[in-house]
């Protein structure tokens, strides 16, 4: 199946998360993706464990759907091969520091020389005009930057970092919706851009009512594991140890949760009978709450809620949630990788898009290196002397896995 993208040729120039995720996203979306790696691949590759085989499974996430062609473009030869590439995309896909970038003439202005149409788009730590844009960083760096390890948890705990890659993604989801929006603009002026996106600021934006919270009140946001605008909305304990999660996101369910717990005298109680005084006596409403659930198991409480068209649901392990058969349904898998769930991109369309099971699955270090050479017009005998030279690798036996 042919995907919106069908036609657009990416070269995806970028490592380990933010930048290939993007670049996956373009794959899904019907885009031929060429990842350019260095001959030892890139650092991607050797996150683990887990390891699927002799794949690292943090690769296999934000890979699939591509050809790779491992190159050194350190070297003449290598970088007149990323400038045929280049010559014939319409997207580059890279995350380097300016100061690289600069060093091996893959800035802007550098690429629209070679190909003035080009959408151009760059994912750093911190922007490429920013003071620290020279500054080494990743995702859990940024997390504790930006105040999101504040974002977490509650008042005298210390610092918690979001246990995922969640800027990474999000970065990821972001930038693609970026250069979708730039290709719109290339088919309809003509006209190539360069689009930039900057982990803080992905962060910032998950950060947007802590810092207006800060902003307005000037102080220090208040940490709480409970929904900031909203009590009560937090994970319990039942009877039997297990954690439930439930929200009440307006007097109406209010109403109803009070009538589930028994407690209809808080609908007159002035602690209680609004969202805003809920909210100013949340330490005491949160321990009578305890008090209430810890008497029943869990599993009751979140029949009585779901009964009650209340949101609630357990808090789940990753294996209990992979267990459930509604939100495992979610998953699908590869024929060529059984035992290994995939999981589509959030937004998925009834027409244009790619599923993860039908497309390749992650490419193995320069799989596809001697077709690309061909198709960018190189010679079988230009081939052999590349690969000989060490600027290019095209089989498994040459390649660093």
């Known amino acids: 199946m042919q995907g919106i993208l069908s036609g657009i040729t990416v070269i995806d120039l970028s490592r380990l998360i933010a930048g290939p995720y993007a670049a996956m996203v373009l794959a899904d979306l019907g885009a031929r993706v060429i990842k350019v790696e260095a001959m030892t691949g890139e650092e991607g590759r050797h996150f683990g464990p887990p390891f699927y085989g002799d794949s690292s499974v943090a690769f296999m996430t934000c890979n699939r759907g591509k050809e790779s062609i491992a190159l050194d473009i350190r070297t003449p030869a290598g970088r007149a091969v990323l400038e045929r590439l280049i010559s014939k995309a319409q997207v580059l896909v890279h995350n380097f520091r300016p100061d690289f970038a600069k060093a091996h003439a893959l800035t802007y202005d550098a690429v629209r020389r ?31 930057m930006t105040g999101a390890f504040y974002a977490s948890g509650e008042e005298g705990d210390a610092p918690i970092r979001i246990g995922l890659p ?47 919270e800060y902003a307005i009140e000037q102080r220090e946001p208040i940490r709480s594991v409970n929904l ?121 369309l009834a027409a244009g898009m790619r599923r993860p099971d039908a497309m390749p699955p992650p490419p ?24 000989k030279d060490g600027v290019v690798a095209h089989d498994l036996n040459q390649c660093h896995l």
């Open 364 to 387: 193995k270090l320069g799989e596809h290196s001697r077709n690309i050479l061909g198709e960018l017009a190189y010679s079988p005998d230009e081939v052999d002397q590349l690969v």
């Open 228 to 348: 900031p605008i909203a009590v009560p909305s937090r994970h319990f304990r039942g009877s039997d140890g297990a954690w439930f999660s439930v929200s009440v996101v307006n007097e109406g369910a209010f109403k109803r949760f009070c009538a589930v717990i028994e407690r209809p005298e808080w609908l007159t109680d002035p602690r209680y009978q609004r969202n805003a005084v809920r909210i100013a006596n949340r330490p005491a409403l949160l321990a009578e709450l305890e008090a209430i659930f810890i008497t029943r198991p869990a599993t009751t409480w979140v029949a009585a809620f779901e009964a009650a068209d209340i949101p609630c649901g357990p808090v789940n392990t990753v294996s209990e949630a992979m267990a459930d058969p509604v939100l495992a349904g979610r998953f699908v898998e590869h024929p060529a990788m059984p035992g290994l769930p995939l999981i589509p991109f959030p937004a998925q």
């Open 114 to 144: 070679l190909n003035p149409t080009m959408v151009y788009y760059m994912v750093s730590a911190f922007g490429e005009q920013s003071d620290y844009r020279l500054r080494p960083a990743v995702d859990s760096v940024v997390q504790g």
């Open 166 to 212: 969640i800027i990474d993604v999000a970065s990821g989801m972001c930038g693609a919706l970026g250069v979708l929006a730039a290709v719109m603009h290339r088919q309809q002026t003509g006209q190539g851009q360069r689009v930039e996106l900057s982990l803080a600021d992905t962060m910032f934006n998950f950060l947007a009512s802590k810092v207006g």
